[in-house]
């Protein structure tokens, strides 16, 4: 009983069909956009008046200045502090293409929110139905040419993500960003768009609880190069739910493994630097430049020196920290396998389980074997 009551509130606090606001070029300092409609037409509103329409294939420039921005459209100049664009039609979209700093143009549904922060930059938050915003999140974070089950995989845990970090970035006035750091939400209506849509929709309300009956920890990486990584490796504390295991099913597949060169020089002084490694000493060089991991590790060589791979992996760039080190002449070869940090959802391992026939609900199950599915519909019984 006490699970089904705390399952509600949650719901009902969030509710599957509520508006989430995901702050837009999060990762910019943003100063001038140009807002154009794609298709129907959008309600201006500024400063909560309603001051005209922006018809299809029309355009408005939105340039920060102190204390507000001005909005440009033909003749008309316009100073607001804040600007509102809602479209007349469910599921019109507009596009949006910063022009300081130039950058890529992108579409989206929904509502347009433009604020100036404290620092005279545009704060551009994207308010969209949760939904809607789960289609732009699968586009980007799984791609085209995906399997429709691996569609639905990504929903459920990108759904669930969503729902359990609502409050991530509360401080600067939104729920979500559109970067990597919560889900990349970075296009609408790609060539997948028609699959991913379905597969949204079909798992609609579709969720993953934990055993305690908060929402599952859902994190997901591009390969775990054939081991799931523990918690504890990646970010020095564990999560209850989640642990490492042999993982077969990524081992052949795109990004399995990688090399990477380092100049000898480069990699010495980084140790010798950072750590006071005594790269002179040959036994101690000799472990430096001879490394070999064949399960994962979250120390080089021995955790008594206290490097720890993920402070390797960011220094050098690598795509993992599983990896081996080897000496050829004067360079340090880098063997790795994976890409991302490896805890939680495998993608490349999940994608390849769908074209076997494993169905998103044996995925899951085998990536987050605490966790259970659940949905709305049950939770409302
Ligand atoms: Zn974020
Ligand atoms: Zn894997």
């Known amino acids: 009983m006490k699970k089904i009551v705390f399952l509600l509130l949650i719901f009902a606090e969030h509710g599957l069909s509520q508006k989430i606001n995901v702050g837009l070029y999060f990762e910019h300092v943003v100063k001038k956009i140009n807002f154009s409609s794609n298709t129907g037409s959008y309600m201006i509103y500024c400063d909560s008046s309603f001051i005209g329409e922006c018809k299809l294939d029309e355009s408005i420039l939105i340039t920060a200045q102190e204390n507000g921005m001005k909005l440009s459209m033909g003749d008309r100049i316009i100073l607001t502090k804040k600007a509102v664009f809602i479209p007349n039609k469910y599921q019109d979209y507009f596009q949006i293409k910063p022009l300081i700093p130039e950058l890529k143009s992108r579409v989206y549904e929904g509502e347009l929110h433009i604020e100036t922060t404290k620092n005279n930059n545009l704060k551009i938050v994207n308010y969209i139905p949760l939904n809607d915003y789960l289609e732009g999140v699968v586009e980007s974070e799984a791609g085209v040419g995906q399997t429709f089950e691996y569609y639905k995989v990504q929903s459920i845990i990108?759904?669930?993500?969503?729902?359990?970090?609502?409050?991530?970035?509360?401080?600067?006035?939104?729920?979500?960003?559109?970067?990597?750091?919560?889900?990349?939400?970075?296009?609408?209506?790609?060539?997948?768009?028609?699959?991913?849509?379905?597969?949204v929709l079909t798992t609609n309300n579709k969720v993953l609880v934990h055993q305690d009956t908060s929402y599952a920890p859902t994190f997901f990486h591009a390969n775990c190069g054939g081991e799931i990584s523990n918690p504890e490796m990646v970010w020095n504390t564990s999560i209850e739910g989640l642990s490492s295991f042999k993982d077969p099913f990524c081992t052949h597949t795109k990004q399995a493994t990688w090399k990477k060169t380092i100049p000898l020089e480069k990699w010495s002084s980084f140790f010798s630097k950072t750590y006071n490694f005594p790269i002179q000493d040959s036994?101690?060089?000799?472990?430096?430049?001879?490394?070999?991991q064949e399960s994962r590790l979250s120390f080089f060589i021995h955790p008594i020196f206290g490097i720890p791979l993920r402070d390797i992996r960011e220094e050098f760039r690598l795509k993992s920290t599983f990896f081996s080190v080897s000496l050829i002449e004067n360079n340090i070869v880098l063997s790795g396998r994976g890409f991302g940090h490896g805890v939680g959802l495998c993608q490349e391992g999940a994608m390849n389980m769908t074209k076997q026939g494993y169905r998103a609900e044996d995925i899951l199950n085998y990536y987050f074997p605490s966790s259970r599915l659940e949905s709305v519909s049950f939770i409302r019984e």
């Open 158 to 199: 990108s759904r669930t993500y969503a729902l359990k970090n609502w409050q991530r970035h509360e401080k600067e006035g939104f729920n979500l960003c559109d970067l990597v750091h919560c889900q990349a939400y970075l296009h609408k209506r790609n060539a997948a768009k028609n699959l991913v849509d379905s597969a």
């Open 283 to 292: 036994t101690h060089f000799y472990w430096m430049t001879n490394f070999s």
